[in-house]
């Protein structure tokens, strides 16, 4: 079995927050933090930096480390096509523009169609993966303590 890390990241400018817009199997719209696979040995911290420039085209720096979810998908048939992004662990990190300039994305993640930035009270009209994130993303920005989100068994 293949566990697969991802680092993401929560960017808040001006009271917004920046998603990855997607699209599902089903043809549906969803949202995800930007962020991705952890390379081996590379640094979780370096991971989530990285793959926030790949799929934004924002540099970032890392505030600190604020959530773990873990993500299991349970469909048999999805498992067999992608063996090492069937369960996963999301390491959730708070971070901030480094500056405003923004670089061509070079690596969008397969289903992602763009990236934005959401009005933070909006949140709760998205379609936002992991599930738990849409519940409580207000409570891990404003926490002091990292938070555990739990496992969510994706169909």
Same mark, same amino acid.
């Given at each position: 079995?293949?566990?697969?890390?991802?680092?993401?990241?929560?960017?808040?400018?001006?009271?917004?927050?920046? #998603?990855?817009?997607?699209?599902?199997?089903?043809?549906?719209?969803?949202?995800?933090?930007?962020?991705?696979?952890?390379?081996?040995?590379?640094?979780?911290?370096?991971?989530?930096?990285?793959?926030?420039?790949?799929?934004?085209?924002?540099?970032?720096?890392?505030?600190?480390?604020?959530?773990?979810?873990?993500?299991?998908?349970?469909?048999?048939? #999805?498992?067999?096509?992608?063996?090492?992004?069937?369960?996963?662990?999301?390491?959730?990190?708070?971070?901030?523009?480094?500056?405003?300039?923004?670089?061509?994305?070079?690596?969008?993640?397969?289903?992602?169609?763009?990236?934005?930035?959401?009005?933070?009270?909006?949140?709760?009209?998205?379609?936002?993966?992991?599930?738990?994130?849409?519940?409580?993303?207000?409570?891990?920005?404003?926490?002091?303590?990292?938070?555990?989100?739990?496992?969510?068994?994706?169909?």
């Amino acid at each position: 079995m293949a566990i697969r890390n991802a680092a993401k990241a929560i960017i808040i400018e001006n009271g917004k927050v920046l #998603l990855n817009k997607c699209i599902g199997k089903c043809n549906e719209i969803y949202y995800d933090l930007p962020g991705g696979g952890q390379n081996q040995f590379e640094e979780m911290e370096d991971a989530v930096k990285r793959e926030c420039l790949e799929e934004s085209g924002y540099r970032i720096e890392i505030i600190r480390f604020a959530a773990l979810a873990e993500e299991i998908y349970d469909d048999s048939e #999805l498992r067999k096509q992608y063996y090492d992004y069937t369960h996963r662990i999301h390491h959730i990190f708070i971070a901030k523009l480094t500056d405003k300039s923004v670089y061509k994305p070079t690596e969008t993640d397969m289903h992602q169609l763009e990236c934005v930035w959401v009005d933070i009270n909006n949140i709760s009209s998205l379609d936002l993966r992991p599930k738990p994130l849409k519940i409580k993303l207000i409570d891990i920005i404003h926490s002091e303590k990292p938070l555990y989100l739990g496992t969510v068994h994706v169909l």
